[in-house]
C-alpha cells in the first residue's frame, strides 16, 4: 500500500524529533500502522537543518497555509504552539477533509470544543496526546485503557520546567532564574516561560486531563491557577521536617457538589510516589473506582519524548483511516452527545488541608490568639511547629498544620488571624494534599 503522506507545521524542538523518529524508526511504526508515514511537506521559518533528517525529501515552505491546503496531505501535524495561527491552520486543515495530530495544549483547552465540533462534523480526528504530560501515554491510558471506571480524581504534576525548577531549588540550593535559563535551553520550556512558572500551562493540560476524566467541556476559564514563582527556600525546608514535599500539582476532582480543577502548589507526603518525581519527568496519579490509583511517569517535555507521543497518534490516526467516524474514539473520551453540565467548583467551596507560615512576636498568648480563630472557624489544627527566635525577643517562625477545611473558610479566618497585632506581615499558605487511595 502507498505510504501515508503527512504535512508538518513546526520543525523546532518537537517538530525536529518527530521527523527523526519516524525516519529512524520508519520500519518498526510501518508494520505497526499498516502503512509507511511520510513527512512530504513542512511549513518552518527557523530551523537547524543539521538536526533534522530527511529534509531533501520534502517539500519545505514558509507559509504553513500552503501545507494545509496540499491535497496530497492527509494528516497535518501542528506543532507551532500558541492560539493564532495555529486555530486557524488546524481549523483549515479540518475543512480540508485533513486529520490533524497537535501537541498543542495551550489550543486544545481554550479552542478544543470548537475544533472537535469542527472534526465530528467533517468526520476527521483530532489526536493531542502530545499535548499532556510529554511522552506519557496518559490520554490513551484515560480514554481507553480506564474506560471502565468512574475516575474519582487525577492529580499530576504536569510542567516538566516547573518540576525541573522547584527540584533544582531543593536539592542544589540553586536559584531559580538560573534554573528557568537552563530549562529554558535544553528546549522544555514554553515560548513564553511564564507559561510554566505562572500554572498556565499546568491548566491548560489540566483543563484536557478534567474533561477527558469526568467527560466535561473544555472549561480552562474556570480552572484556579497559582504558578511556582511565590514557593519560598523556607517553605521547602519546614514541609521537609514534617514529612512533606512541596511540588505543583494539577488536581481534577468529582465530588457531589461538582468538579474541581485547580493548579497550585501542593504539600504531599513524602513516602508517595509521586513525591519523588523530579527534574523533568512528570507523572499522573488517577484513581478509578475499580482499578483504585494507577501511577503513569516520564519524561513531560523535551525533543524525542514528546516526539513518541506525536507519533504515536500518528499511527492511531493511520489505522483508523478506513474506519467509520463514529467508530473511533471519541475526542473527549465520551459520545459528543454525552457530555455533562455538572459545575466546575469555584475555588472557595474547595475543601484541603493547609500548612500556614506566620511570623508572631515572641510572646505569651499569641499561639491561644491564633488557635482561637481558627478554633471558631471549626478548622482542626494537626501540627505546630514553633521556630527558634534569631534574636532575644524576636519574631518566631509558626508553622500549623490544618485538617480539611473550605477554602472561604480559611481565607477568612486568615484574614482576622493577620489583623492580629502579634502577627506580623501576611499568612503563607498552602494547600495539602495526602492523595491515599
Ligand atoms: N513547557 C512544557 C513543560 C513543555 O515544561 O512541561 C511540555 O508541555
Known amino acids: 500500500m502507498e505510504p501515508v503522506k503527512v504535512g508538518i507545521l513546526g520543525l523546532g524542538t518537537v517538530g525536529g524529533g518527530t521527523v527523526n523518529v519516524l525516519i529512524r524508526n520508519a520500519e518498526e511504526i510501518a508494520r505497526r500502522a499498516g502503512r509507511g508515514i511520510l513527512i512530504t511537506h513542512a511549513a518552518a521559518r527557523e530551523y537547524d537543518p543539521r538536526a533534522i533528517r530527511g529534509l531533501d525529501n520534502m517539500l519545505v515552505t514558509e507559509d504553513a497555509f500552503e501545507?494545509?491546503?496540499?491535497?496530497?496531505?492527509?494528516?497535518?501535524?501542528?506543532?507551532?504552539?500558541?492560539y493564532s495561527p495555529a486555530?486557524?491552520?488546524?481549523?483549515?486543515?479540518?475543512?480540508?477533509?485533513?486529520?490533524?495530530?497537535?501537541?498543542?495544549?495551550?489550543?486544545?483547552?481554550?479552542?478544543?470544543?470548537?475544533?472537535?465540533?469542527?472534526?465530528?462534523?467533517?468526520?476527521?480526528?483530532?489526536?493531542?496526546e502530545?499535548?499532556?504530560?510529554?511522552?506519557?501515554?496518559?490520554?490513551?491510558?484515560?480514554?481507553?485503557?480506564?474506560a471502565a471506571n468512574r475516575i474519582e480524581w487525577v492529580a499530576g504534576i504536569i510542567n516538566g520546567t516547573g518540576n525541573f525548577i522547584l527540584s533544582e531549588m531543593r536539592d542544589k540550593g540553586r536559584a531559580f532564574t538560573e534554573v528557568l535559563a537552563e530549562a529554558q535551553s535544553l528546549g522544555y520550556a514554553e515560548a513564553d516561560p511564564t507559561f510554566d512558572v505562572?500554572?498556565?500551562?499546568?491548566?491548560?493540560?489540566?483543563?484536557i486531563l478534567g474533561s477527558i476524566a469526568f467527560g466535561i467541556p473544555l472549561q480552562f476559564d474556570r480552572t484556579y491557577i497559582e504558578g511556582i514563582t511565590q514557593v519560598e527556600p523556607q517553605d521547602v525546608v519546614h514541609a521537609e521536617v514534617l514529612g512533606y514535599r512541596i511540588k505543583h500539582l494539577g488536581i481534577a476532582r468529582k465530588t457531589a457538589q461538582g468538579v474541581e480543577l485547580r493548579v497550585h502548589p501542593t504539600l504531599i507526603p513524602e513516602r508517595r510516589l509521586i513525591a519523588n518525581v523530579d527534574g523533568v519527568m512528570n507523572a499522573v496519579l488517577v484513581k478509578g473506582d475499580a482499578v483504585g490509583p494507577t501511577l503513569y511517569y516520564g519524561a513531560g517535555a523535551g525533543s524525542e519524548p514528546t516526539?513518541?507521543?506525536?507519533?504515536?497518534?500518528?499511527?492511531?490516526?493511520?489505522?483508523?483511516?478506513?474506519?467509520d467516524p463514529e467508530n473511533r474514539v471519541p475526542h473527549l473520551a465520551f459520545q459528543p452527545g454525552e457530555l455533562s453540565n455538572v459545575p466546575v467548583l469555584p475555588i472557595d467551596e474547595v475543601r484541603t488541608a493547609f500548612y500556614l507560615r506566620l511570623r508572631v512576636v515572641d510572646e505569651p498568648g499569641v499561639m491561644a490568639e491564633i488557635?482561637?480563630?481558627?478554633g471558631q472557624a471549626r478548622i482542626s489544627i494537626e501540627a505546630i511547629q514553633q521556630k527558634e527566635p534569631t534574636r532575644e525577643g524576636g519574631e518566631i517562625?509558626?508553622?500549623?498544620?490544618?485538617?480539611?477545611?473550605?477554602?472561604?473558610?480559611?481565607?477568612?479566618?486568615?484574614?482576622?488571624?493577620?489583623?492580629?497585632?502579634?502577627v506580623k506581615g501576611q499568612v503563607v499558605r498552602i494547600r495539602v494534599e495526602h492523595l491515599s487511595g
Do not use: C, Y
Open 67 to 82: 501545507v494545509v491546503d496540499d491535497p496530497a496531505v492527509a494528516i497535518v501535524i501542528e506543532l507551532i504552539g500558541g
Open 87 to 128: 486555530k486557524e491552520l488546524v481549523l483549515r486543515a479540518i475543512a480540508n477533509g485533513k486529520h490533524v495530530v497537535t501537541a498543542n495544549k495551550a489550543l486544545i483547552a481554550l479552542h478544543g470544543n470548537e475544533i472537535f465540533s469542527a472534526a465530528q462534523r467533517k468526520g476527521v480526528t483530532v489526536a493531542f
Open 130 to 146: 502530545a499535548a499532556v504530560a510529554g511522552g506519557i501515554p496518559i490520554i490513551k491510558a484515560m480514554r481507553e485503557g480506564l
Open 198 to 207: 505562572e500554572g498556565i500551562d499546568a491548566a491548560h493540560k489540566l483543563t
Open 307 to 323: 516526539a513518541s507521543a506525536v507519533v504515536a497518534d500518528l499511527v492511531d490516526v493511520v489505522r483508523a483511516l478506513t474506519t
Open 371 to 374: 488557635a482561637g480563630i481558627l
Open 397 to 422: 517562625a509558626l508553622i500549623l498544620l490544618t485538617r480539611q477545611v473550605r477554602e472561604g473558610d480559611m481565607k477568612e479566618a486568615i484574614a482576622k488571624i493577620e489583623q492580629l497585632d502579634s
